[in-house]
T-cell receptor, first 113, second 110 residues
């Protein structure tokens, strides 16, 4: 029944490692997003994909690379993790670009030590 | 790009009182204004939204008003209940860009 799911929910890793977060939506939406929420709760968009094509790529280090194998999945790969990457990462989906409700996943809390 | 400001950052109200959260935006091209509620440990969830061709929208105890001339919109929660306690985000959207406000932590005191 879960609309937007993310795995893992928690991720603890050391600096310099490479990690991935997976996202899947079963709503039939054509657009998916990745957001970063810092410790002050600021929500900042990182990437947006529409029909598997990258639409928005905000100022994000190129250590972050999204990959969309199909419209229902948008994974986030992070290379050479840094302390400042610690945050909660949310995946979201919508029908159409930024004109309709976005459905958010439960979030992945990433802690880099 | 768009700049969305949200006030206050924290808000405490007694149960049964009303709560108002205000947002301003900078780009007159923005045309979609949703409000999201984020409970602890969960992702944001849409509670109400309004489009630029509408001035006000209401859904039970929640209402949103939009003043396009002044470029501000507000969330009104009446008869607050403890389960309304959460972080609320406004957002403004134009084209394919979506901009969130900085959030308001609402606490409803029983």
């Amino acid at each position: 029944d879960t609309a937007v799911s993310q795995t893992p929910k928690y991720l603890v890793t050391q600096m310099g490692n490479d990690k991935s977060i997976k996202c899947e939506q079963n709503l039939g939406h054509d657009t998916m997003y990745w957001y970063k929420q810092d410790s002050k709760k600021f929500l900042k968009i990182m990437f947006s994909y529409n029909n598997k094509e990258l639409i928005i790529n905000e100022t994000v280090p190129n250590r972050f690379s999204p990959k969309s194998p199909d419209k229902a999945h948008l994974n986030l790969h992070i290379n050479s993790l840094e302390l400042g990457d610690s945050a909660v990462y949310f995946c979201a989906s919508s029908q159409g670009l930024a004109i309709n409700e976005q459905y958010f996943g439960p979030g992945t809390r990433l802690t880099v030590t | 790009g768009e700049n969305v400001e949200q006030h206050p950052s924290t808000l405490s109200v007694q149960e049964g009182d009303s709560a108002v959260i205000k947002c301003t935006y900078s780009d007159s091209a923005s045309n979609y204004f949703p409000w999201y509620k984020q409970e602890l440990g969960k992702g944001p969830q849409l509670i109400i939204d309004i489009r630029s061709n509408v001035g006000e929208k209401k859904d039970q105890r929640i209402a949103v008003t939009l003043n396009k001339t002044a470029k501000h919109f507000s969330l009104h929660i009446t008869e607050t209940q403890p389960e309304d306690s959460a972080v609320y985000f406004c957002a403004a959207s134009m084209g394919n860009q979506f901009y969130f406000g900085t959030g308001t932590s609402l606490t409803v005191i029983p």
